[in-house]
């Protein structure tokens, strides 16, 4: 009996980042459009050709996107806003491949923005750190071209009958436009009309399977909710006989009755993140014989090797309930979040990835090889496959026994801890003590730390390992640049820039003990910003100073405020491969000590009186189930204080967050008890602002009054309309002025004006504060 295989999706950006490179060649004008689609389509059918090349039996088909999978969803269903001068028209006739009908500048205007033309919203896609632009909702949809069905007539060339379409689902497309309850049941009804036509005309080409992706409902369902679900979905089982409804990132456990009930011909589950609940369901209920069944038993976002052993046992387990013949292996979700492969990362002292270490990883090319060794164990039993199996095994131990997976010493620092160190004195004190010390003006401006890499910047960095002296000289130079520029500008709290940061998580875990960093494990984040996630293995420790020796450097330049900038315990965490052998929990107060020592050498080896911990993925790490909320919140809180809690109460500690909904958690971050949070609110037009003051949340406040994002330059005017629409929600003496997030990503010729119309913005508002006497 043969087990056959089938992947869920896969990593766009390629080795050497290919898809990075095409689309900032396009954006730059270096490539024109037809250059561009070329690129892509061979981007396509290499990560196409990749999956058939390992033995995969079905491909998943029609994932691939020019900036994100969300987005070309919305505009397939005509969810395309008015400000973006485009109308759409059902069946359009322009056969642009990647995206539908929609004019490609106006497709980048949607994810980026254009001049006088606000981006769609961005935010985080489930509890991951890619980013999806959320759809804008016309009031009536329009099928503009079936996007899976042209995709699946591309891979076919290549694949053949291996090729199995793929599209967002329904449900989880509303939820991730903010629809729920009631509003979310009525859209679907309006939806599944285009769903039904998207589906027949796949059904016509009589592929394999059709793989609808519903991620959402591992998350809370409501019953109306589901009446609606199961409504939509017996029309799109009866237009596509095919139909697999996949349902990856954690466990379907409290649906599962209900999922057998539909008459879709495949269920996929996720028995990774999902695993004992799912197997749990699994156990009580009896499985349909009129359908199959995806297990994904090979994780689609951790990089570890997995434990074949445990997985041959877990599949056989499952093949007890469900025949082979009705069975599929898959990864747990989609490999977008796994670099490509190992192959390209060699052993390297300079960044800890010793051998052992190396043997333990298992990127999307690597999972591809464990899920058809895995196939071929349970079809031809594990002696036919004696010689991979075993060097599996013997690499997997090899990586478990790696030096500094456990340091006592770090073990027993955190076992140590007593409820005084997670303390500061009360935020109304602080508060006086900083006004003091800093003696801010009103409407304080400052930015959210990182400012542009050059080209030059980049070149020095590239050979620091030969020339650490030259480099150390750039980057100083760049430092005394970025702080005159402030001065220049105006800015009342400045920052040293960091050019000696590539990642601000990647930074940091280079320099301290129990991660190792990886020379080419790129991961998309969102369009072409591609980020390099550590890997976490092993206890942390802080062995030296990170950033005091620079900290101290930009503070000697200026008499204004230089202000310390690091990374959170929750982000380091979050934005990193983690150990899968020690709660998270315990990670995050490792973490969150290195952090604590690193906050209170800055100041007071350096001096700074105002130190930023950042933490834009907090709201990331929660569970996609509320009633698991409150155990994360608890120790994501713990660990946010005790990074903070090792500074004076004259020192003040901002953070920030962007790109993700906060409402329903200001409890939360409150308690995080920041002096000064800084957020995204460029793209969210004062929604979080009226939440926070609702909330009566005390400490400062800075609201993005820019979105970096965009390369759009918003004039002072514009930021000043900002300004005063935020002091009709929130008082003067709250705020702050500050772009939406970290300027590395844009160039100077747009940085430059930007911040001289800030701070013009931030001045011509105090003024008219002077001027009615508010301040």
């Not at 390992?54 to 491909?59: F, K, Q, S, T, Y």
Request: glycine residues 6%; charged residues 25%.
């Amino acid at each position: 009996m043969h087990y056959r295989t089938t992947t869920l999706g896969y990593p766009r950006v390629g080795r050497g980042r290919p898809y990075k490179w095409m689309l900032e060649e396009y954006w730059s004008g270096t490539i024109d459009e037809a250059a561009l689609r070329e690129r892509a389509a061979a981007r396509e059918a290499e990560c196409l050709s990749t999956q058939k090349e390992a033995g995969i039996d079905l491909v998943a088909c029609g994932d691939f996107s020019l900036y994100d999978h969300v987005l070309d969803t919305a505009v397939m269903l005509g969810c395309v806003p008015e400000r973006f001068g485009w109308q759409p028209r059902a069946g359009s006739r322009e056969r642009s491949r990647l995206p539908t009908g929609l004019p490609l500048p106006a497709y980048f205007a949607m994810a980026r923005g254009a001049e006088g033309v606000a981006a769609c919203e961005m935010t985080k896609w489930l509890d991951t750190n890619y980013h999806y632009l959320v759809p804008e909702l016309p009031d009536a949809f329009v099928l503009i071209e079936n996007r899976p069905l042209l995709a699946l007539r591309r891979a076919r060339s290549l694949l053949g009958e291996a090729a199995k379409p793929w599209l967002l689902g329904p449900f989880t497309f509303l939820r991730l436009a903010g629809r729920a309850g009631e509003a979310l049941a009525s859209r679907l009804e309006d939806l599944a009309p285009l769903y039904v036509q998207i589906l027949a005309g796949l059904a016509a080409e009589a592929p394999p399977m059709v793989q609808v992706d519903e991620p959402s409902l591992v998350g809370d369902v409501t019953d109306d909710e589901w009446e609606a679900i199961a409504r939509c979905y017996a029309a799109l089982a009866a237009a596509c006989p095919r139909l697999c409804l996949q349902a990856p990132y954690g466990d379907v456990s409290p649906l599962w009755e209900r999922l057998l009930a539909l008459p879709v011909a495949a269920l996929g589950i996720d028995l990774v993140a999902g695993r004992a609940a799912n197997l749990e369901a699994l156990k009580r209920h009896s499985f349909p014989d009129d359908k199959e069944l995806v297990i994904g038993v090979v994780d689609g976002r951790g990089v570890w090797r997995s434990d074949l052993d445990e997985a041959l046992a877990l599949v056989s387990a499952v093949a007890a309930a469900v025949p082979p013949d009705r069975l599929l292996l898959s990864p747990s979700c989609t490999l977008l979040h796994l670099p490509e492969t190992v192959e390209d990362e060699p052993v390297s002292p300079a960044r800890r990835l010793t051998g052992a270490l190396r043997d333990g990883l298992c990127f999307a090319r690597e999972r591809l090889a464990e899920l058809v060794l895995l196939s071929r164990a349970l079809s031809e039993g594990v002696a036919a496959v004696a010689p991979a199996w075993e060097g599996a095994r013997s690499r997997r131990a090899r990586f478990l026994a790696a030096e500094g997976r456990e340091l006592p010493e770090v073990r027993r620092r955190v076992a140590a801890l007593d409820p005084t160190a997670f303390e500061r004195p009360p935020l109304a004190e602080r508060s006086a003590l900083q006004q003091t010390r800093l003696s801010l003006p009103i409407l304080p401006t400052t930015t959210i730390g990182s400012f542009p890499q050059t080209p030059e910047l980049r070149r020095a960095r590239a050979r620091a390992g030969e020339d650490p002296a030259g480099y150390d000289r750039v980057v100083r130079e760049e430092i005394a640049r970025v702080i005159r520029l402030q001065e220049e500008v105006g800015l009342d709290v400045l920052v040293h820039g960091e050019p000696e940061r590539s990642d601000m998580v990647q930074f940091f875990a280079e320099q301290l003990a129990g991660f190792a960093a990886t020379a080419q494990g790129w991961v998309q984040s969102y369009g072409s910003r591609c980020v390099r996630p550590p890997l976490l293995y092993g206890d942390v420790r802080r062995e030296r100073p990170m950033t005091v020796e620079l900290a101290r450097f930009a503070q000697s330049l200026t008499p204004k405020p230089v202000k310390g900038m690091l990374t959170g315990p929750v982000t380091m965490l979050q934005w990193s491969f983690v150990r899968d052998d020690l709660p998270r929990a315990e990670v995050a107060l490792q973490l969150a000590l290195a952090v604590r020592d690193e906050a209170a050498a800055l100041e007071q080896e350096a001096g700074l009186a105002v130190i930023q911990i950042d933490e834009p993925a907090f709201r990331e790490g929660l569970p996609l189930r509320r009633a698991a909320w409150d155990a994360y919140l608890a120790w994501a809180v713990r660990a946010f204080r005790l990074a903070a809690a090792g500074v004076g109460p004259a020192t003040q500690v901002h953070t920030h967050m962007c790109y993700s909904e906060f409402g329903d958690i200001l409890a939360a971050i409150a308690a995080l008890d920041a002096d000064v949070l800084s957020i995204e609110d460029a793209r969210s037009h004062g929604e979080m602002l009226e939440i926070l003051r609702d909330h009566g949340y005390p400490a400062g406040i800075g609201p993005g009054v820019w979105d970096i994002h965009s390369p759009a330059v918003p004039t002072a005017e514009a930021m000043a309309a900002g300004l005063r629409r935020t002091l009709q929600i929130l008082p003067a003496a709250q705020v702050w002025v500050n772009p939406d997030c970290g300027l590395k990503t844009r160039r100077y010729e747009e940085v430059i004006p930007a911040l001289r119309n800030m701070v013009a913005a931030a001045r011509r508002v105090r003024e008219e504060l002077d001027t009615v006497g508010q301040t």
